[in-house]
């Protein structure tokens, strides 16, 4: 794949992130979810998951992408009811499909709008 391809893959989770709506994202059929917060979730768990934090979204801005290999690295913005956080993503891309997701970011601000839900 070339970069603009592997951009695309990650441009299309973290909008569907933000919106609320995945339909667009290519996951792969065993996509993993991991994070320093998160054990590994695999599959539809993971995506199921994912898709939990949508009451939280309200909208996401891309800053940045690195792309090496199969593996892009993300620099976003996800707004919450409480605020903004700033989120690096590490993804793998596999064959068109998202394989991978690896987010770090300071769980304060979407801690602070699952309290208020």
């Given at each position: 794949m070339n970069r603009d391809e592997m951009v695309s893959v990650a441009e299309s989770y973290i909008t569907g992130l933000g919106s609320g709506d995945f339909s667009d994202?290519?996951?792969?059929?065993?996509?993993?979810?991991?994070?320093?917060?998160?054990?590994?979730?695999?599959?539809?768990?993971?995506i199921d998951f994912l898709s939990g934090l949508f009451p939280l979204m309200r909208g996401s801005e891309i800053l940045?992408?690195?792309?090496?290999?199969?593996?892009?690295?993300?620099?976003?913005?996800?707004?919450?009811?409480?605020?903004?956080?700033?989120?690096?993503?590490?993804?793998?891309?596999?064959?068109?499909?998202?394989?991978?997701?690896?987010?770090?970011?300071?769980?304060?601000v979407l801690n602070e709008a699952v309290r208020s839900l």
């Amino acid at each position: 794949m070339n970069r603009d391809e592997m951009v695309s893959v990650a441009e299309s989770y973290i909008t569907g992130l933000g919106s609320g709506d995945f339909s667009d994202v290519p996951f792969a059929e065993d996509v993993s979810y991991e994070s320093p917060l998160t054990p590994r979730l695999q599959g539809r768990e993971a995506i199921d998951f994912l898709s939990g934090l949508f009451p939280l979204m309200r909208g996401s801005e891309i800053l940045q992408h690195i792309v090496e290999g199969e593996y892009i690295a993300s620099l976003f913005i996800l707004h919450t009811p409480n605020g903004k956080t700033h989120v690096f993503d590490k993804f793998r891309v596999v064959q068109g499909k998202l394989k991978e997701i690896n987010p770090y970011y300071d769980p304060t601000v979407l801690n602070e709008a699952v309290r208020s839900l």
